[in-house]
C-alpha cells in the first residue's frame, strides 16, 4: 500500500484532518439532515453525537452556533457570485456537496489525502446520477500548487474557491504559500476565493459575547488553546500570518495590515457582511429572543472576505529562480539503516501529500540510535514534513545523534521562521 493510502501515517504527519469531522457534526446537530446521513455513511452511530441543548453547555452550544453562521454566511456568499463552479478548500466532511449540485454547480472537494480517501468514495455511493458527473474530489495539500492547479483543472472556467476553517491551522510559510497559489490559480481560470476564516476572531467572539456575555473572554482563550493543540502552530501569533494582541480578555487584530499582506501579494479584497436582515440559522430555535438580537448586532461588522487576483501582479519569476536552484525534481525519499543509524535523503518537496513515506521509512527501520537526514536537494519542508522531523528527533535518546546536512536557503528560511531551527540545526 502507498504511504499515501494509509490512514494512520496521514493522520500522523497532520492531525488537523481529525478536526474534519466537527464541522460535521456540529451540522447535524443544528438540524442538517444531509450532515446526520453523511455521519451515518461513516457509521457513526446517532447517540455517539446528538446532544439536546443545554442553554448553560457554554462550550458546545457556542460552538455549533460558531459553526452554522460561518456555513450559512458562506454558503450565502457563494451563491452570491454566480459562478457555476465551487472548489470547496478544504472541504473536510461537510454537506455543501449536496447543496451546491442541488443548485446545479460543479463541484470539487478538495482536502488532506487522510480526509478524500474517506470522503470521496461515501459521497460517491450517496450520489444519485443525476450529479454524479458534477461532483469531484482532488487531494491538495494547499502549499502544493500543483495540487491545487490540477484541482482547479477539473472545473472549466472560473472557480469560486471557498475556504471555512482551514487557516487557523497553517504556519506563516504555509499561508504565504497558500495565498501566492490563490493568486495564480485565479490569475489563470478567473473567479474569485471567498475565505470566511479571514475575521475568525470576530465571528468567534460575536457568539460567545451573545450567548456567554462576560465569559466571552474566557472561552475566546479556552478555543484558541484549542487550535494549538490541533496543529503546531500558535493561533494567536499566526492568524491570517500577522501577529494579534489579546488586551484584558478582548481581542484586536489589525486588519488594515492583514489586509496589506494580501495587497503585497497581489490579491485585493472585498468584505462581504455575514449579516442579512434576512439571516436565519436552525440553531435560532435553541436560542433566546434576546441571544438573537444581541448575535444580529455583533455580527454586523464580521466579514467574509471576497478575495480576486491582480491580472498584472507576477512573482511568479522570483519563486521560479528559488526554486531552479535546487530544481523542480519530484519527490524521493532514499534511506538505509546501518549498525543502529538512519541515513535518509530527501528530495522535492515535503508536504502533507509527501511526507507519509518518510514517515513509513522511518518506521519501517525499527529502533534507531542515530538520524542523518540529507535536505540538500529538498525543495520545500512544510508543517507536515517539520512534525515527522521532530517525530523523528524526538525518537532520539540522545538528542545529539540528530543531524540535519545541505540545509539549503529555502530549507533554512522555513526553519528559523517556525523556531525549528532551534533544535534541528546544530551550529545554531
Ligand atoms: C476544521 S476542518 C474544516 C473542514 C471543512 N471546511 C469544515 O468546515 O468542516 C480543517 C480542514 O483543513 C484541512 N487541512 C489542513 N491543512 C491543510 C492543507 N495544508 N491543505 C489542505 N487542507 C488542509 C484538514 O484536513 C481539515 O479537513
Known amino acids: 500500500m502507498s504511504a499515501n493510502n494509509n490512514k494512520d501515517l496521514n493522520t500522523a504527519v497532520n492531525p488537523t484532518s481529525n478536526t474534519a469531522v466537527t464541522t460535521l457534526i456540529m451540522l447535524a446537530n443544528a438540524g442538517y439532515d444531509k450532515a446526520s446521513e453523511i455521519l451515518e455513511y461513516m457509521g457513526i452511530e446517532r447517540e455517539t453525537f446528538f446532544r439536546e441543548?443545554?442553554?448553560?453547555?457554554?462550550?458546545?452550544?457556542?460552538?455549533?452556533?460558531?459553526?452554522?453562521l460561518r456555513y450559512v454566511a458562506l454558503n450565502r456568499t457563494i451563491e452570491e457570485t454566480g459562478y457555476q463552479n465551487l472548489m470547496d478548500l478544504p472541504c473536510g466532511y461537510t454537506p455543501k456537496v449536496f447543496e451546491f449540485t442541488a443548485k446545479g454547480m460543479n463541484y470539487n472537494g478538495c482536502d488532506l489525502p487522510a480526509v478524500i480517501n474517506d470522503f470521496a468514495p461515501l459521497i460517491e455511493s450517496m450520489a444519485d446520477d443525476e450529479i454524479k458527473n458534477r461532483i469531484h474530489f482532488s487531494v491538495v495539500d494547499v502549499t502544493n500548487y500543483e495540487s491545487m492547479k490540477a484541482a482547479a483543472d477539473k472545473l472549466e472556467g472560473p472557480v469560486c474557491i471557498a475556504t471555512e476553517g482551514l487557516t487557523v491551522y497553517?504556519?506563516?510559510?504555509?499561508?504565504?504559500?497558500?495565498?501566492?497559489?490563490?493568486?495564480?490559480?485565479?490569475?489563470?481560470?478567473?473567479?474569485?476565493?471567498?475565505?470566511?476564516?479571514?475575521?475568525?476572531?470576530?465571528?468567534?467572539?460575536?457568539?460567545y459575547k451573545a450567548v456567554a456575555k462576560e465569559k466571552a473572554g474566557e472561552l475566546m482563550r479556552a478555543v484558541t488553546r484549542g487550535f494549538g493543540s490541533q496543529s503546531?502552530?500558535?493561533?494567536?501569533?499566526?492568524?491570517?500570518?500577522?501577529?494579534?494582541?489579546?488586551?484584558?480578555?478582548?481581542?484586536?487584530?489589525?486588519?488594515?495590515?492583514?489586509e496589506a499582506g494580501y495587497k503585497k501579494l497581489g490579491l485585493r479584497v472585498e468584505k462581504i457582511p455575514y449579516y442579512r436582515d434576512d439571516l436565519q440559522l436552525?440553531?435560532?430555535?435553541?436560542?433566546?429572543?434576546?441571544?438573537?438580537?444581541?448575535?444580529?448586532?455583533?455580527?454586523?461588522?464580521?466579514n467574509v472576505w471576497k478575495v480576486t487576483a491582480d491580472p498584472d501582479f507576477d512573482d511568479n519569476k522570483k519563486i521560479q529562480q528559488k526554486t531552479e536552484e535546487i530544481g523542480d525534481l519530484p519527490f524521493e525519499v532514499k534511506s538505509e539503516v546501518k549498525d543502529g543509524v538512519f541515513s535518509v535523503s530527501i528530495r522535492g518537496r515535503m508536504d502533507t501529500i509527501t511526507s507519509p513515506e518518510l514517515l513509513k521509512q522511518f518506521r519501517e527501520a525499527g529502533e534507531v540510535k542515530e538520524i542523518r537526514v540529507d535536505v540538500s536537494q529538498m525543495a520545500y519542508v512544510s508543517s507536515a514534513g517539520l512534525r515527522v522531523l521532530l517525530m523523528m528527533y524526538k525518537s532520539l535518546e540522545n538528542k545529539d545523534r540528530f543531524e540535519l546536512n545541505g540545509v539549503n536557503d529555502t530549507v533554512r528560511e522555513i526553519l528559523e521562521t517556525t523556531g525549528f531551527d532551534q533544535f534541528l540545526l546544530k551550529e545554531v
Open 282 to 302: 436552525r440553531l435560532y430555535s435553541k436560542m433566546s429572543a434576546e441571544e438573537i438580537e444581541r448575535l444580529k448586532e455583533n455580527i454586523k461588522h464580521v
Open 232 to 258: 503546531d502552530t500558535n493561533f494567536v501569533q499566526q492568524h491570517a500570518g500577522v501577529a494579534q494582541q489579546r488586551k484584558e480578555g478582548s481581542w484586536s487584530v489589525d486588519y488594515d495590515a492583514i
Open 170 to 207: 497553517l504556519n506563516s510559510d504555509e499561508h504565504t504559500r497558500l495565498f501566492r497559489n490563490i493568486r495564480r490559480i485565479l490569475q489563470e481560470k478567473g473567479g474569485c476565493w471567498l475565505n470566511s476564516d479571514a475575521e475568525t476572531v470576530e465571528y468567534y467572539m460575536a457568539v
Open 53 to 68: 441543548t443545554d442553554p448553560n453547555d457554554m462550550l458546545n452550544r457556542p460552538s455549533d452556533i460558531v459553526r452554522e
